[in-house]
Each structure stands twice: as C-alpha cells, then as structure tokens.
C-alpha cells in the first residue's frame, strides 16, 4: 500500500508538470489552426489590395495617355484578378485608340459582358464595330448612349456614322433633348444635310457649330467635305489642314489630312505629318503604316521592312 501510494503521489506530480505545457501546446496548435484558416482571407485581401493600386496607376497613366505605362499596368492588375472588368475594359480601350482592333474587339466585348452599364466600354465597343463595317450594331450603341446621355458627342458622332437612311437619321437626332448648343450635334445635322445634298443648310449648321466651340476639329473636317462637294479646292485643303492642327494626336483626320498631301503630290510634308504623329505617339499605328505604304511606292524596302516590324511588335496579327 505504500509503494502504492508513493506512485499514486508521483503520478499526481507529474500531471501537474504535465498540464501547463499541454496547455501551451493546446494555446500554439491553436494559433496555428487559426493561422492557416486566415492567411488564404489575407492573401485574397492582399490581392485585390495589390490590384486596387496597380488599377490607380494605370488610370493616371491612361489618362496622360501614357498608353504603354498603362497598358503593362493593366495586365499586371489581370494577373491578380483575371476577369477585372475595369482592367479588361481599359485595355479594350487602349487598344481602339492604338488601332488594334482584333483585340479591342475582343476585350471591349468581355467588359461590356461583365460591366453592361459602362457606357464608355459601350462607346468603345460600338467604334471599334463601326471600323469593322457592323454598322447595325455600332448605331444600336450610340443610340443606347444617347438615350442616358443626350449631349455625348463622341456618341452623336457614331450615330451620325452608322446609322442608315439620312432623312429617319435627322428625325432622330431632333428628337434628342437638350442639345441645341452641341458643337457635334450641328456637325451631325451638317452631314445629314450632305448627304440629302442640302449644302447651305450643311453650311448653316457647320457655322454654328464653329460659333460654340471655334477648336472643333470635326467641324472643320466636315467643311472641308463640304467644300469638296462644292469644288472648292483650295478652301477643303486649308479647312482639312486646319481639322489636322486642332485634331488629337491620334486621330484619323492626321492620317487622312496626309493622305490628302499625298494625292497632291506634296509627299515630303505628308510623310512629315506621319512623323510627327509616331514621335507623338508611337502606339498609333496607321502613322506606321503611312510610313511603310510612302517607302513601299518609293521602292525603299528596307525602310518599308522597319515600319511594319515596327507594326508587327505591336500587332503580331496585322
């Protein structure tokens, strides 16, 4: 019974020495459950954190038309969040402003999937339709922009482009509210007016458009067609060259503006036009282009070879 009691005594010792390191054991294995349950929630935190920043970034960037800055930017924030509308829609954009339509299309497509409320995705979208001659849809776009925002000139612009028989076109577009002193409201109804050959009435609206904003570049182009029309060489050549000066560096009115010195024969101050549009901006490639098809006619293919590797780095599909 003594024996007994003595391992009685020193079992009961050895339990208590026991308890508190089970009991820390217990406290760490815990912790450590604790641990692997929330990292998985503060990695996905962390993410869409990381995301958030690189989405900032690249906005600034998109914005200052920093177009290759933010389009790395953009990428990146896919790569933490791969169905981001914002970024995927951004890209989109990136890509119509730079002419690369293949892929515009294909991301301004998903982000009107994922972001149908995004009318500057829609916008987007129905340009780059427009560029591939799906007219139909590219107006069933502007139209949908027009009825949330009546004023929306790149919207009226698109319509004006897209939509079919001129006289239905013009009882649209004077359905539209409060628009009256829209620079791109008159310049629509001008070429409306062109194309139910109404010249004065053309210049009447194209008067009043340069009277509210007299830095519209689109009001000068469409003069220059109305001067076209009426044979007024010289004054279509100054009104274009004028249309190219207020133009965004990006813009087809550059572009056509120099494949209008090119028909007169003035190359040296096209290619000059082109130029300067891929010092500017050498994402935009129809200035490429332009550069390739003037070495191309002047037999200068190693110079031609340059400006389409200079294409294809940018659009290995062209």
């Known amino acids: 019974c003594a024996n007994l009691n003595c391992a009685s005594q020193k ?82 954009r990136i890509y119509a402003k730079e002419c690369r339509f293949m892929e515009a299309r294909a991301y301004l497509a998903k982000a009107t999937e994922l972001q149908p409320n995004s009318l500057l995705f829609q916008l987007a979208l129905g340009q780059v339709d427009l560029s591939f001659r799906n007219a139909t849809n590219a107006s069933k776009i502007a139209l949908r922009i027009l009825s949330a925002q009546p004023t929306n000139e790149e919207a009226l612009l698109l319509l004006m482009d897209s939509y079919g028989p001129p006289q239905e076109l013009r009882q649209r577009m004077e359905s539209l509210p409060h628009i009256a002193e829209n620079p791109a409201y008159h310049v629509a109804l001008a070429m409306v007016a062109l194309r139910l050959q109404k010249t004065a009435e053309a210049g009447d609206q194209l008067r009043v458009a340069l009277a509210a904003n007299p830095k519209y570049c689109q009001a000068y182009f469409a003069m220059a067609v109305l001067q076209a029309i009426q ?64 070495a191309l006619a002047e037999r200068k293919y190693d110079d031609a070879s340059k400006f389409a590797d200079s294409i294809l780095a940018r659009e290995g599909k062209n």
């Open 11 to 92: 079992l009961s010792m050895r339990q208590r020495k026991f308890k508190p390191i089970m009991k820390r054991l217990c406290h760490r294995v815990a912790a450590i459950l604790l641990m692997a349950l929330l990292l998985p929630a503060v990695g996905g935190c962390t993410k869409k954190a990381r995301a958030s920043r690189l989405l900032e970034t690249a906005n600034s960037d998109f914005n200052a038309e920093k177009y290759d800055n933010a389009e790395i930017e953009y990428q990146k924030a896919l790569r933490l969040d791969n169905m981001n509308p914002a970024a995927i829609g951004q890209l989109g």
């Open 231 to 294: 044979k007024n060489g010289k004054e279509a050549g100054q009104a274009l060259k004028r249309a190219a000066e207020l133009a965004p560096t990006r813009s087809a009115i550059r572009t056509r503006y120099a494949d209008y010195l090119i028909q007169g024969g003035s190359i040296e101050e096209a290619r000059k036009v082109f130029q300067d549009v891929t010092e500017k901006a050498p994402d935009y490639i129809p200035a490429w282009a332009g550069l390739m098809n003037l």
